[in-house]
């Protein structure tokens, strides 16, 4: 096992880690930067060290600074939690170069589930169902071409990255060259690469993705599905886990696929598998993400498998303790993503310190947060501060809980997004579970119209 782990990230997830890495006995190694001096992730490992100025680009995207410190450190182990470079092949390699372990898969599985037309092909041609579309679309020329053969509406896709960035719906061909350079554009600042790809535009579809543990000896479980339609702008809001549209019958089809899909890739550590999900209930893979999910929680608390702990078992090449069968989903899970936003002015981001902070508390209510009293959140950063997560026997009782826990959150001297989950869990779409991804495109235009 890792003596010594660095943490190459900021915020609830470098604390989440920390917290894992503790509970395990191997020390912790932070890095921060200028703006992050006073972050809760630097104060709890046992050694920080500062690694540049506030822009990310300067300093959680800055690998020699990151692998400067490790080396300083005598850490044996990177964990790069999720965002910045946790899915980047070139800082994987650099690791391996450095004799350090990363913590994740291989720089080549990487690359692989990361270039969209590698992917898709192992994924046809281990029988799993693809989206129709074009991988490497070079410019708008080629893109207008390749969409007449596809077939209006569809999306153009960032190769590179996630978290919605470098995403443009395209309903008509004269949309086609402005939403092309603005995804381009937006992809190369956000992931340092501007290469796009098309699919068709399903709708309405769900968003279903799952988890899965894969070990160095060829093993692989899946952890269930989690549902993530609840999106505004390609961002989540709301995930939960078991997805209220998926039945017994369906979740074993996904766990089977997911399995499959990574014994495939010859997949090794935590990976997602996400598909989509039509009002057929055929399921469409749409990509895989080789890092450690936002959402990692709600499985967490429907397995009582510490996904966290088990990344660095499975990077230290410990073998899975469990089987497919050993793995039952018990009761319902809810996570609401607290963001430091306004959304009365169009989610306008907030920062400040926080004068005043109660987090919820009762059994099986979880908030993963790196805030404090007195914190200063920052304006250079995602704006997500905060993850509050519940469970309980059935979704009904979960539903009722994260109502009765984002009631008690408060969170002084920002403007947040509670308020908000608060009104999207008691709608009637949630409320039913008929709901897919254009919940928050509906709901946003029934306003505009009221």
């Known amino acids: 096992m890792f003596t010594k782990i660095l943490i190459a990230n900021r915020g609830e997830i470098a604390v989440r880690i920390i917290r894992a890495c503790k509970e395990m006995g191997i020390a912790t190694v932070a890095v921060f930067s200028e703006a992050d001096r006073n972050a809760l992730h630097a104060s709890l490992a046992d050694e920080s060290y500062c690694i540049g100025p506030a822009p990310a680009k300067d300093s959680y995207l800055n690998m020699a600074s990151i692998l400067s410190a490790a080396m300083l450190s005598g850490a044996s182990a990177i964990h790069p939690g999720y965002g910045l470079l946790s899915e980047n092949p070139r800082f994987a390699a650099l690791c391996e170069k450095c004799g350090l372990a990363f913590i994740g898969p291989s720089a080549s599985i990487i690359a692989a589930m990361g270039d969209k037309e590698q992917a898709k092909k192992t994924m046809r041609d281990a029988g799993i169902p693809v989206i129709p579309g074009?991988?490497?679309?070079?410019?708008?020329?080629?893109?207008?071409?390749?969409a007449e053969q596809i077939g209006?509406?569809?999306?153009?896709?960032?190769?590179?990255?996630?978290?919605?960035?470098?995403?443009?719906?395209?309903?008509?061909?004269?949309?086609?060259?402005?939403?092309?350079?603005?995804?381009?554009s937006e992809a190369k600042a956000a992931f340092g690469d501007g290469a796009l790809y098309m699919e068709k535009y399903l709708s309405p579809v769900r968003h279903i993705e799952v988890q899965i543990l894969a070990d160095k000896q060829g093993n692989v479980v899946s952890l269930g599905e989690r549902e993530c339609s609840i999106q505004r702008r390609n961002q989540k809001l709301i995930e939960e886990s078991p997805s209220p549209a998926v039945s017994e019958e369906m979740r074993e089809k996904l766990n089977e696929m997911a399995c499959k899909a990574a014994k495939a890739c010859g997949y090794v550590g935590v990976g997602t598998l996400e598909f989509l999900m039509d009002a057929d209930n055929d399921f469409y893979f749409m990509e895989m993400n080789t890092r450690l999910q936002v959402e990692h929680t709600v499985t967490e608390?429907?397995?009582?498998?510490?996904?966290?702990?088990?990344?660095?078992?499975?990077?230290?090449?410990?073998?899975l303790s469990f089987t497919q069968e050993d793995i039952c989903l018990s009761g319902s899970a809810i996570e609401c993503r607290i963001n430091a936003e306004d959304p009365r002015k169009n989610f306008l981001p907030s920062c400040g310190k926080v004068?005043?902070?109660?987090?919820?508390?009762?059994?099986?209510?979880?908030?993963?947060?790196?805030?404090?009293?007195?914190?200063?959140?920052?304006?250079?950063?995602?704006?997500?501060?905060?993850?509050?997560?519940?469970?309980?026997?059935?979704?009904?009782?979960?539903?009722?809980?994260?109502?009765?826990?984002?009631?008690?959150?408060?969170?002084?001297?920002?403007?947040?997004?509670?308020?908000?989950?608060?009104?999207?869990?008691?709608?009637?779409?949630?409320?039913?579970?008929?709901?897919?991804?254009?919940?928050?495109?509906?709901?946003?235009?029934?306003?505009?119209?009221?």
């Open 355 to 450: 004068t005043l902070l109660h987090v919820p508390g009762g059994p099986w209510v979880r908030f993963d947060t790196a805030l404090y009293q007195d914190y200063v959140v920052p304006p250079f950063y995602d704006s997500m501060v905060g993850k509050l997560i519940v469970h309980a026997r059935t979704r009904e009782e979960a539903i009722r809980k994260m109502q009765a826990a984002l009631c008690e959150l408060v969170i002084g001297g920002i403007e947040h997004t509670a308020d908000l989950q608060m009104e999207l869990l008691a709608s009637e779409e949630f409320q039913s579970g008929q709901y897919a991804t254009d919940f928050m495109q509906k709901r946003e235009s029934r306003e505009i119209s009221a």
């Open 301 to 319: 608390m429907v397995t009582g498998v510490d996904i966290v702990k088990w990344q660095i078992r499975l990077a230290a090449g410990y073998p």
């Open 152 to 184: 209006y509406p569809l999306l153009l896709k960032a190769r590179s990255g996630g978290g919605g960035r470098g995403i443009r719906l395209i309903q008509h061909p004269d949309e086609l060259a402005s939403a092309f350079a603005a995804a381009s």
């Open 134 to 146: 074009a991988e490497d679309v070079e410019t708008a020329e080629s893109a207008k071409k390749l």
